[in-house]
């Protein structure tokens, strides 16, 4: 019965006009990051690089990378256009251009996330688990059994803050990025990238000495990396993660994921995944139109007695962190027990 009113569902939404894009929207959203992205560097070139202005140019930089991160999301989605080759290129431009990786890249870990969230070996959004994190509750018992320990995790809320966030960006995805490109040579992608760092160190590099130049790639990196990990981690990471069950298409998606509260802060900050529910069950919606469909998508939920969880950002930010303790201390009880 879920699967038949999904479908329903699906069709009121394509007669509702729900997957068709703005093309305002997108259009201001691209030049917003693009008058940022001028911005940090005019910041240095009129006021000088003493610490405050580098400071400035380092937040203003951030916040057109991660905006940028969401637009190529969507772009990734087939979202921004109604034909599929005006999507890829742009999301070259974005991707590869302004943000330095590859689009087919991300493509092809993002599919596989979408097809099956939280699912143990098939989600590589999880794959952090059991090397760096213990994640969800069975899988972390299941780990405690077989008495594998590759990290301390029952410290894993602790450590979690100065590894995943401020790290993904810098190290694994930088060489990741670059790694996948080669090896199944994504030449037309490796082109677009080298065009972001000949951008970056030539404009950058007029102005700051190396060490300088070299900080301030790594920090604004830092920076964009913590801001996407905790808004990408918050919708998952608290919810079940196990192996997969072959469910249907929509439970799949509901049991992997929740949403957080709507204001227009939420919407602009996380690039609107504050509606990740309706973005997993329709991933090629513009993101523009999730708040519509957000009332059909309840109703659907509470005819079937699925939880539709939403939640404020903050106590979201704070689930990531007390699921990883409870996965941690269910690690650890299970390693004890004889």
Not at 66 to 77: I, P, Y
Request: with cysteine; aromatic share 18%.
């Amino acid at each position: 019965m879920l699967v038949k009113d999904f479908r329903e569902l699906r069709a009121t939404v394509e007669k509702m006009g729900l997957l068709e894009p703005n093309r305002l929207f997108f259009f201001l959203h691209l030049a917003h990051i693009l008058l940022l992205d001028t911005a940090a560097w005019l910041i240095l070139f009129y006021f000088g690089t003493s610490l405050m202005p580098f400071i400035v140019s380092l937040l203003v930089l951030t916040i057109s990378q991660v905006q940028a991160s969401w637009l190529q999301h969507d772009l990734g989605h087939l979202s921004v256009f109604r034909k599929t080759k005006w999507n890829h290129l742009l999301h070259k431009f974005v991707m590869c251009h302004l943000l330095g990786a590859s689009a087919k890249w991300w493509t092809l870990l993002h599919s596989q996330h979408h097809a099956k969230p939280n699912c143990f070996q098939k989600d590589p959004d999880i794959d952090m688990h059991p090397f760096l994190f213990t994640l969800g509750k069975k899988l972390s018992v299941e780990l405690g059994i077989k008495k594998k320990k590759y990290m301390p995790y029952n410290h894993q809320h602790k450590y979690f803050f100065i590894t995943l966030p401020p790290l993904l960006f810098p190290t694994y995805f930088q060489c990741h990025t670059f790694y996948i490109a080669y090896t199944k040579r994504y030449w037309a992608d490796l082109a677009w990238m080298l065009t972001f760092y000949i951008r970056f160190f030539f404009t950058y590099g007029a102005l700051l000495e190396i060490k300088s130049l070299l900080a301030y790639f790594f920090i604004f990196r830092m920076l964009e990396s913590s801001w996407f990990v905790w808004v990408s981690q918050m919708n998952h990471i608290p919810m079940d993660i196990y192996y997969d069950n072959n469910l249907d298409w929509a439970s799949t998606q509901l049991q992997a994921t929740c949403n957080v509260e709507q204001s227009l802060f939420n919407d602009w900050f996380t690039g609107h995944l504050n509606f990740q529910i309706e973005h997993h069950l329709f991933p090629t919606m513009p993101r523009h139109n999730y708040w519509k469909v957000a009332p059909l998508v309840k109703s659907l939920c509470a005819k079937h007695g699925i939880e539709y969880q939403c939640k404020p950002l903050l106590t979201a930010f704070a689930d990531i962190v007390h699921s990883l303790k409870n996965s941690g201390e269910l690690w650890l009880d299970a390693y004890l027990h004889k």
